[in-house]
């Protein structure tokens, strides 16, 4: 069966490993490229989708138009369908959530340091190791970050100290790419309480 779009990879050298795909059949509204790991698709008269090449997300064609399958159950849900309400795409949402989902939902992180200090207030471990002796990247996430994210749902993430703004733009793209691909696609909210936060780290 003929895949309703085609992907075309330029290489690294052009334009910083830009990816552009276009629909295949007749009557496509839309296009999509991807830089950095996130790919963006612009459509005529739509809504513009973003989502993380390392999410395992994928888009569905209908009526032209892409939407993305967060539950990737290779259907449309009215969630999924951008064109509804807000209100109509909760409620279907709601309905489809567990218990344990909506409860994480409720929930805040404990405070967070982008990356994890490796003893004291806020220390941390990277796959079972401090930060120091982990070999870790600075925007990669914690075990417990895992943790919360995966098992108990928890999407409203505290965070009180990072390194730079850009250590905090990557590990903010780690976390959607995690979490936009487990569960219903549910993105976190971050709260940063801006009188904790340093100044120097801005």
Request: net charge neutral.
């Amino acid at each position: 069966m003929r895949k309703p779009f085609i992907t075309v990879r330029l290489t690294h050298g052009m334009l910083g490993a830009l990816l552009v795909s276009t629909c295949a059949c007749s009557g496509t509204k839309w296009t999509e490229v991807e830089k950095d790991s996130i790919r963006i698709v612009t459509q005529q008269e739509g809504a513009v989708l973003g989502y993380s090449a390392n999410s395992g997300v994928r888009l569905l064609a209908v009526d032209g138009y892409a939407f993305k399958d967060l539950n990737r159950n290779g259907l449309l849900d009215p969630y999924e369908d951008w064109r509804l309400t807000p209100e109509e795409r909760a409620v279907d949402l709601a309905g489809q959530l567990s218990t344990e989902e909506i409860a994480g939902l409720m929930l805040y992180s404990a405070h967070q340091s982008i990356p994890g200090a490796s003893k004291g207030f806020g220390a941390s471990t990277y796959n079972g190791k401090s930060f120091d002796e982990s070999g870790a990247q600075p925007s990669d996430l914690s075990d417990a970050q895992r943790k919360f994210l995966t098992e108990d749902n928890v999407r409203h993430v505290l965070v009180t100290r990072v390194q730079s703004p850009e250590v905090a733009a990557r590990w903010n793209n780690n976390v959607q790419a995690l979490v936009e691909g487990i569960g219903h696609g549910i993105l976190r909210s971050l709260i940063i309480p801006m009188r904790r936060i340093s100044p120097s780290s801005l």
